[in-house]
């Protein structure tokens, strides 16, 4: 018997998977993160765990996400910068 396989859409990218998690967080209650808090989202995505971080460092630099706290005071921190539009 032939197997049939059934797709509901595209594979989910790494962008999709931080920014619902980021929503996730908000709708939470949360307001601040780190890569720590988004476990298993590169693997969902077929990447590397790694990834996740270097895309919270492009967000910020390119102005969506801001930096929470001071440098070398544990793991980096970020919020999402007012007016970026990125939870809409």
Do not use: N
């Amino acid at each position: 018997m032939p197997t049939t396989t059934v797709t509901t859409g595209p594979p989910t990218t790494l962008a999709d998977a931080v920014r619902d998690r980021i929503l996730e967080l908000h709708s939470q209650g949360v307001r601040t993160f780190t890569a720590g808090d988004f476990p298993g989202a590169a693997r969902r995505t077929g990447r590397p765990d790694t990834w996740v971080a270097d895309h919270l460092l492009v967000l910020e630099g390119i102005g969506v996400l801001r930096r929470v706290g001071r440098a070398g005071a544990g793991p980096r921190t970020w919020t999402v910068s007012p007016g970026s539009e990125y939870l809409r």
